[in-house]
C-alpha cells in the first residue's frame, strides 16, 4: 500500500522546494492537501510523480505537474480573501491549494460530470470555500464576476479577452502558454486598463481545446 502521507513530503522536498517554490505558507498547504483524492484511480499510484495525470471524473480532464503548479500559484500572490477563477479546475485539487491559503475559489468546469466530480472530491478532502460552476472556460463563470486571479489549468495557444477583462485592476491571469516545448508559464496583470505580461519558466501542460489557435476568436 502506497504511503501517500510520505509521498507528499517527498513532492514538496523534491519539486516543490528545490525548483523556487520558497512561499512557506504554499509549502504547508501542498503537504496537507491531499492530491490523490483529486487523481483518477488508476493513476493514484503515480499521484505525485512530476508528471502530468488524469483528474478523477472520468472526463479526460489532465492535471499539471505539481512543480507546475506551485510556481503559478505561488505567482498569483493569493492574500486572506482574494477571489480567484479557477478555469478548468478538473476535480478540485487546484481549488483545494488556494481554498487552504485563504482565497474565495470558483471553479469552472465545461460540464455536469466533471463538476459534480469536483464537487465530490472536495468533499473527501474536506475543503470548504470553493463554488462550482459550469459553463464554456473562456466565459470567465459569472457574468458580472471580477477576480483578483484566474488561473488556467493547461496549456493555452490562446489567451481571450473575455478572460483577461475579468481582471479586476492589479489582477492577474496565470497559464502555461504557447506550442509544446516552446510553451512558459505567462503571468499577465491588468493596470489601469492595460494588459502586462511577465514570462516566468518553461514548462508543459495539456492543451484545452477551448484556448487553441482554432478557437482564437470564439468566444
Do not use: H, W
Not at 460552476?133 to 471580477?146: E, Q, R
Request: hydrophobic share 45%.
Amino acid at each position: 500500500m502506497i504511503d501517500f502521507s510520505k509521498a507528499r513530503r517527498a513532492m514538496v522536498d523534491g519539486q516543490l522546494r528545490t525548483n523556487d517554490v520558497t512561499n512557506s505558507n504554499l509549502l504547508d498547504v501542498f503537504t496537507v492537501v491531499p492530491r490523490e483524492v483529486f487523481v483518477d484511480q488508476a493513476e493514484q499510484s503515480v499521484a505525485y510523480a512530476d508528471r502530468i495525470v488524469t483528474a478523477s471524473g472520468g472526463t479526460g480532464r489532465q492535471m499539471l505537474p505539481p512543480m507546475t503548479l506551485g510556481r503559478m500559484i505561488q505567482a498569483a500572490d493569493l492574500k486572506l480573501g482574494s477571489e480567484v477563477l479557477d478555469v478548468a479546475g478538473g476535480a478540485g485539487y487546484t481549488a483545494a491549494l488556494m481554498a487552504a491559503l485563504g482565497a474565495s475559489v470558483t471553479l469552472l468546469e465545461v460540464d455536469d460530470i466533471q463538476a459534480k466530480a469536483a464537487e465530490q472530491a472536495l468533499a473527501v478532502a474536506g475543503v470548504r470555500g470553493v463554488i462550482v460552476a459550469v459553463g464554456p472556460l473562456s466565459s470567465g463563470g459569472k457574468k458580472s464576476a471580477k477576480y483578483d486571479t484566474i488561473l488556467i489549468n493547461g496549456r493555452c495557444e490562446s489567451v481571450p479577452d473575455s478572460l483577461l477583462n475579468k481582471l479586476k485592476n492589479g489582477g492577474r491571469l496565470i497559464c502555461v502558454y504557447g506550442s509544446g516545448v516552446s510553451s512558459m508559464v505567462r503571468v499577465y496583470t491588468a493596470t489601469d486598463g492595460a494588459i502586462g505580461e511577465k514570462r516566468l519558466m518553461s514548462a508543459s501542460g495539456p492543451l484545452l481545446t477551448a484556448f487553441s489557435r482554432s478557437n482564437e476568436f470564439v468566444f
